[in-house]
């Protein structure tokens, strides 16, 4: 895959304020790439920055293979190859047609190009009937459309979305969703997308980054950054409920065995270090009412609930077996077992789930 | 933000933009001949149609110089703009050629201003007299003295905090303000420093004689004014003269050209021709009716040769300049 | 109109000589609106422009430019009618174009006394577009040209709302215009300065009238401003 993104220890600075620093990405042309993170972790500044519409402070890019550090004079042509819709839906104080044809107007388009080219998009968003109205008068969800036609209509060859849907309601986010998908099928259109929402980044991306204070953290396929998160600011991030301290004590048959509080886990996890940090996820632990046999998972022990609460439509069981776990099952399953608060139940937890990070590593 | 050319021309053209958008409603200033009148029109100044009059409040406010404009600029197709002002400041306008004329009462200043260089051509036009008008009630009790004898009876009426006693001053350096400095003086008061400062009976009013008047008829209290402009206030008034005789009370008026010499740019014919117009019999005699009609007395007595010349006036009246 | 109260026979007095078309109101009327939208247009023709080059180009000591503007916007009327009164007088540098006691001098002072109001205005105006809106105008393409008159055309109203303050300042002040106008009959009298002089010649029903004339037209300049900050 080519990359049609390069960015390389790309810098950003507002006054004392260190927006951005290290950031080191590559986007493969054709590919949708979520760029997960908190909020304030500088995802909005470093779309900025790849769609050319402030610079960076210091650092390397290159886009479409062109380095746009050298070559400045060329940022107009390049940005108008891509394209960016924001988190807030932005109109201009003009009818809807002319708020979609601004792009094309930018780009000296005939007036039977923009005029066809309007009316198409605002069929595919579904708001041919406000051609005429005024932007401004319609809803958010009817105005983040109007801007994603706005962009659409410029036939971009990136498209960057800021945190598209995050003031929409589910039928306006379905709409975006699936209308970006499609261009990136159809038409191999690349994808940049800001989020917050985990599963929004899941459910598009081929591939995420999750950017953490400034920087990205870890790249990857989705279910690697959720399963093997690199350190603890991303475990906790990608919503591991369980963080627990230990020591390696040894290895055997390609298991890593950590001692925590007392107890010996076995992870499938190389080693990372001696003093180590267990991730697992709530939903791979399993609770049974008896003891399940060997086959079921490599770690299996006794424990007992300490507390249960309900996050519909599921439940997060917290059990104490030393350490305190956190499990999370269906409300269904929960009752199927009958748990309550000190029932003694037994716990089984594969080593592929338990994923070992260093300790004492970026903390914050 | 870098090149400063195109968005230099980027402004002015969305300015424009901005004025063909929406301003409409500012955009569309008249033609400044589309007013209804002629005289409305923005004749630059020194052309040789206007001529412009500094002049003192108390003419404007009796209506006389509205009735000369009236058929002066029939008879001549001349336009007139009289700019009222009071006498000192008008003397300062001729200095400074901001006028072609002014048309005065303050004898004293005016002589100045001819023995500087700056006016020529004086001509006495009419006269009429000052008087002091007051309450009826008479606080200072001062009717039937004579002017400088009233001046300084209220002055000490005043100083020993009489009740109601109070008198208001012009205090604008015009030509009745003037005249009220030379009747203190008469009376043995250094003006600015035993009169200004003299205690809240003195009271100055830095406006014209209409706003004098009705100042001093809210406050009861003595004032200095000229026939002209009481008579014409006297319906709204409830003050009453109270001296209206002496010599002292002589109120002249003059037309002065300012002198092209020192201001080349100053419509000198028009000037000249207008003082000649004011000298002719005819318009004296349209001064002297001016006023009968509403007040039942004229407000102005002309001034004819050879009387101008004899005290009190010692004044020139007739002759034709030239400018 | 020695009999009765003369404020009631002004007003009524005031009302006959707005609905017969009085020439002498009407004529007062037309020279205070043209000279004042006069005064504006040249002073949007000048403030404008600059008030954007202001808001587009970060340079050093910008903040301190914009707050003296601001602190302008009050600039007393009488301070400058005495500036361009003496600028204009014979014996000051302007002298030479003779405009004292014209039109043209009021014109002048106006547009002085309001440019920085609506020099203000404009780049308050223009600071209103918001971040997003500016980022978005770029992200889809536009040359820095573009960019400007996109930003303009957004703030139309806004800039418009502020003509529109100027003129009404300009409109509704005593202070320049009689100083620099002189206050003539059939030239350079004006709305307020006829409302001074009438009024000192207690003469109120023209006073009343040229008033109640000069409160529509700050009505109606109210009305323009609320119907152009809906849009």
């Known amino acids: 895959m080519m990359a049609i993104i390069e960015a390389h220890e790309i810098t950003k600075v507002y006054g004392n304020l260190r927006v951005l620093h290290d950031v080191d990405l590559s986007v493969g042309k054709g590919e949708i790439l979520a760029l997960i993170g908190p909020s304030g972790s500088g995802k909005s500044t470093l779309l900025r920055i790849l769609d050319l519409i402030e610079p960076a402070n210091s650092g390397e890019l290159s886009v479409f293979g062109i380095d746009v550090v050298q070559e400045r004079g060329r940022w107009l042509d390049l940005r108008r190859r891509m394209g960016m819709l924001f988190q807030r839906p932005i109109v201009f104080n003009a009818s809807v047609y002319d708020n979609v044809a601004m792009g094309l107007r930018y780009r000296g388009a005939s007036g039977d190009v923009i005029d066809r080219k309007v009316k198409e998009a605002l069929e595919a968003v579904g708001l041919s009937r406000y051609i005429k109205s005024k932007a401004t008068d319609l809803s958010g ?64 991306a081929h591939r995420i980054a999750v950017m953490i204070d400034g920087t990205i953290a870890q790249t990857g396929p989705s279910h690697e950054v959720f399963r093997e998160p690199k350190d603890r600011r991303i475990a906790r991030f990608v919503g591991a409920e369980n963080i627990i301290p230990g020591r390696v004590v040894s290895r055997s048959n390609g298991f890593t065995v950590v001692e925590a509080h007392g107890r010996q886990m076995l992870s499938a996890t190389p080693p990372p270090a001696e003093e180590v940090e267990m991730v697992v996820r709530g939903e791979d632990i399993s609770l049974h009412r008896r003891e399940p046999g060997h086959e079921e998972a490599e770690n299996r022990f006794p424990a007992t609930v300490t507390g249960i609460e309900p996050t519909a439509p599921f439940v997060n069981v917290t059990v104490h077996c030393g350490c305190d776990l956190v499990a999370l099952m269906t409300a269904r399953r929960a009752e199927a077992l009958g748990l309550h608060e000190g029932m003694q139940v037994w716990v089984s937890l594969q080593a592929k789930a338990v994923h070992l990070i260093a300790r004492g590593g970026k903390d914050r | 933000m870098k090149t400063p050319t195109t968005l230099l021309t980027a402004g002015i053209i969305t300015i424009l933009l901005i004025f063909a958008l929406g301003a409409g409603c500012t955009g569309t200033a008249p033609d400044g001949n589309a007013t209804p009148t002629a005289t409305g029109t923005a004749a630059p100044g020194g052309g040789g149609n206007v001529l412009r009059i500094a002049t003192t409040t108390s003419l404007e406010n009796t209506g006389l110089l509205a009735e000369l404009e009236r058929v002066y600029e029939n008879e ?238 010692n004044c020139t009246c007739t002759g034709e300049v030239t400018g | 109109m020695v009999n009765g109260n003369p404020i009631i026979e002004g007003l009524i007095e005031a009302i006959e000589l707005i609905v017969t078309l009085n020439p002498q109101v009407v004529e007062i009327t037309i020279r205070s609106l043209y000279i004042s939208l006069t005064a504006t247009f040249f002073a949007a023709l000048i403030a404008l422009p600059i008030g954007a080059l202001i808001y587009f180009y970060d340079f050093r000591g910008k903040h301190a430019v914009v707050s003296t503007l601001q602190t302008l916007y009050a600039l007393p009327t009488v301070i400058v009618g005495l500036v361009v009164f003496l600028m204009l007088s014979n014996i000051g540098p302007f002298g030479f174009l003779r405009l004292l006691y014209t039109p043209g001098g009021m014109i002048a002072a106006q547009t002085v006394l309001i440019i920085p109001l609506l020099m203000g205005l404009t780049v308050s105006a223009l600071s209103g577009i918001d971040r997003d809106k500016r980022y ?66 207690a003469n109120y029903s023209l006073s009343i009238a040229l008033g109640i004339i000069l409160l529509a037209v700050a009505l109606g300049v109210n009305i323009a401003l609320s119907l152009v900050q809906r849009r």
């Open chain 2, 76 to 313: 001549t197709g001349m336009d007139l703009q009289f700019i009222a002002q009071g006498t000192g400041q008008s003397i300062d306008s001729g200095r400074r050629g901001d006028v072609d004329l002014v048309l005065v009462h303050a004898p004293e200043l005016e002589q100045q201003f001819i023995d500087d260089g700056f006016g020529i051509d004086p001509r006495c036009i009419a006269y009429n007299y000052f008087i002091i008008v007051g309450p009826e009630s008479d606080p200072a009790g001062i009717a039937n003295m004579d002017p400088v004898e009233a001046v300084r009876t209220i002055y000490l009426a005043g100083t020993n905090n009489t009740a109601g006693v109070a008198f208001v001053s012009r205090g604008d350096n015009s030509g009745t303000h003037n005249q009220e400095k030379v009747l203190w003086e008469q009376a043995g008061y250094d003006y600015d420093t035993q009169v200004v400062d003299a205690g809240a009976w003195y009271v100055e009013a830095g406006k014209g004689m209409g706003d004098t008047l009705i100042l001093a008829n809210e406050q009861q209290a003595y004032t200095l004014s000229d026939e002209g402009t009481y008579l014409s206030f006297a319906d709204r008034l409830e003050l009453v003269p109270v001296i209206a005789e002496g010599a002292e009370l002589l109120n002249r008026y003059s037309a002065i050209a300012v002198n092209p010499a020192q201001h080349p740019g100053v419509n000198a014919e028009g000037a000249a021709e207008f003082i000649n117009w004011l000298t002719t019999n005819e318009t004296k005699e349209m001064i002297g009716n001016f006023g009968t009609e509403e007040f039942g007395k004229p407000l102005f007595t002309p001034l004819y040769a050879p009387e101008c010349t004899e005290p009190p006036f």
């Open chain 3, 136 to 201: 978005t105008i770029t992200a889809l393409g536009a040359s820095r040209l573009q960019t400007v008159i996109t930003i303009i055309a957004e703030a139309r109203f806004a800039v418009m709302a502020g003509v529109l303050l100027g003129f009404g300042r300009a409109i509704a002040e005593v202070g320049t215009v009689m100083i620099v106008g002189g206050n003539i009959r059939g030239a350079t009298r004006v709305l307020t300065t006829a409302i001074a002089l009438n009024t000192s010649m």
């Open chain 1, 141 to 204: 969800g009817e105005q983040q459309r109007v801007a994603l036609s706005r962009v659409l209509v410029t036939d971009p060859e990136i498209l960057f979305l800021d945190e598209p849907t995050a003031n929409l309601d589910p039928t306006s986010t379905a709409t975006i969703e699936r209308i970006v998908t499609g261009l990136n099928r159809e038409l191999g259109m690349t994808v940049l997308i800001s989020t917050h929402d985990l599963s929004q980044g899941q459910r598009l």
